[in-house]
């Protein structure tokens, strides 16, 4: 008789280690005997802690349960699937759940993270097989049939620059995964490094063989000491399967793999300014061109991704490109690990195609706010995002629909807002943001963003409303434009959206009707 509880940090913060002690110590008492599985998380948040029991029929849930409910669990016969107030039924049932295409996160909340023979039994380290078949050449050729764009925020193609890596003339070369997840209301990357590390390790293992590299680097922010130790956990597991180090898997290639923790330097989620850090330098943006495929960490060319890419790779060469590229629309194949936080009833991780629309994710997915009250506006791809009110809410969740309505997808976050929100005040604090997470290299970003600021709070004051209003417009296209980096040069989207949907918030009774 299987249980399984998370062992996710957003599990933990709602009391799973509780629950999980309550369980065993009752089943102890009452004779039960019961093997606890501590897994990932599903990503349904509000049913955490999600208490699983292995039936007949499937796994059935109980959630969210506190250790309160944990006798009359034992009463309702939970180990059996017996029926109980927290029930949910099927957990892959579950309406949220079942809408999913599970590619990436198939095996989140489904096997103990650091169990490798349940991973490989899910079909684990078969797309290292193949790719290792098909050889340097053949896999990026895979990797670029499959339309796979780099999931940290730009959308480049993976393929592409995994060619530029592969081809370039160089003694040593690196591959760096971006898992520096900084903006707010995402957290896919700890998911996933909490709740599947081996799938990070191995589409990192298939990159290092594709382009010719025998090292590479995880670059974590400090604030995950759950997913640091899960990887640290995986990585000499895979080493000492012989998956990792000298001879992976039997072949001629070697490939080392370490964490290394950031500081929690916003910019350093921008690759150059990341991999400065993993230099041991200032975390700084680098002019480019060169670009980081060719001149990359210690001046090597290097593939730097972000982690979720990397973590989709395993699913392309197993299952091949043409099966990935199935799912989306346009140029934009495949799926996307959609994250719904904020004011919002169902909060979670969904991982869905591309083509879904905005509103179907915050009304129907996320169940609309979580106050009961009308959304105002949803922020799309982190504190860099645009904000999108309702009537943009049939814009189809893609890169190229987003970028035509001045929105960004970003690393996948969705923020969701009620009509309690003052968009003045979100606005001025994109602006505040980016003064205080600003490397100070560029001109645009680290004083255009101290500008904007003051001319914010003059337009709310009311100080020459129509004035300050041009000024910011103004400033938000010097810093677009004139930024070396997406952090100043992104910065503009949120200020500008939201003073042109949301006019009303910027001292109405000081702004004309021509500026408005």
Not at 26 to 43: F, H, K, M, N, Y
Request: a negative charge; proline letters at 5%.
């Amino acid at each position: 008789m299987r249980v399984f509880i998370p062992r996710d940090a957003a599990a933990l913060a709602v009391g799973a280690d509780r629950v999980a002690a309550a369980i065993l110590s009752e089943a102890q008492a009452r004779g039960v005997a019961l093997e606890i599985i501590r897994t990932g998380s599903r990503g349904m948040f509000w049913l955490e802690p999600l208490v699983e029991v292995e039936t007949p029929a499937g796994r059935m849930g109980y959630g969210a349960v506190g250790v309160r409910d944990v006798p009359g669990l034992f009463d309702a016969d939970f180990p059996n699937g017996g029926w109980h107030e927290k029930s949910t039924g099927l957990v892959e049932k579950i309406p949220f759940f079942a809408k999913q295409d599970r590619l990436t996160f198939a095996r989140c909340g489904v096997i103990d993270p650091l169990d490798l023979d349940a991973y490989r039994a899910l079909g684990g380290y078969d797309g290292l097989a193949r790719a290792l078949q098909l050889g340097a050449a053949q896999t990026v050729a895979e990797v670029k049939a499959s339309g796979l764009r780099g999931r940290g925020g730009a959308g480049f193609p993976t393929g592409i620059k995994w060619e530029t890596v592969r081809t370039a003339v160089a003694a040593q070369k690196y591959v760096v995964c971006n898992a520096d997840e900084g903006d707010s209301g995402t957290f896919a990357d700890r998911m996933l490094m909490e709740g599947d590390p081996f799938t990070l390790i191995e589409g990192m293992t298939i990159a290092a063989i594709a382009v010719g590299a025998a090292r590479g680097y995880i670059y974590v922010r400090s604030e995950y000491p759950h997913a640091i130790r899960t990887m640290n956990g995986a990585i000499a597991i895979a080493r000492r399967a012989g998956l990792l180090g000298r001879a992976v898997m039997g072949s001629a290639h070697d490939f080392e793999l370490e964490v290394r923790t950031g500081a929690g330097a916003y910019v350093c989620g921008e690759e150059t300014a990341l991999l400065e850090s993993l230099e041991g330098k200032r975390g700084q943006v680098r002019a480019k061109p060169p670009i980081p495929a060719l001149v990359g960490l210690f001046g090597k060319p290097t593939v730097v991704n972000n982690l979720v890419s990397f973590a989709t790779i395993p699913f392309i060469l197993e299952k091949g490109a043409a099966a990935y590229a199935d799912y989306g629309m346009g140029r934009s194949r495949g799926t996307m690990p959609v994250q719904i936080a904020g004011n919002v009833k169902h909060g979670g991780l969904f991982e869905v195609a591309f083509g879904i629309t905005l509103g179907e994710l915050v009304n129907e997915i996320g169940g609309g706010s979580a106050t009961g009250r009308p959304v105002r506006a949803v922020q799309a791809g982190g504190p860099l995002g645009a904000y999108f009110p309702p009537a943009l809410f049939d814009t189809p969740y893609d890169y190229e629909a987003f970028a035509a309505r001045d929105g960004l997808i970003g690393h996948g976050g969705l923020v969701v807002f009620d009509d309690h929100v003052d968009m003045a005040k979100m606005a001025r604090f994109a602006m505040a943001f980016c003064a205080h997470e600003s490397c100070g290299k560029c001109t645009p970003c680290r004083v255009g963003s101290t500008r904007g600021v003051e001319v914010l709070d003059k337009i709310v004051a009311g100080d020459d409303a129509e004035e300050n209003i041009a000024l910011v417009k103004d400033l938000c296209e010097t810093m677009k434009f004139g930024s070396l980096c997406a952090l100043g040069g992104f910065t503009p989207y949120p200020v500008l959206s939201a003073l042109h949907h949301f006019p009303e918030d910027f001292a109405p009774a000081a702004i004309p009707a021509a500026a408005q």
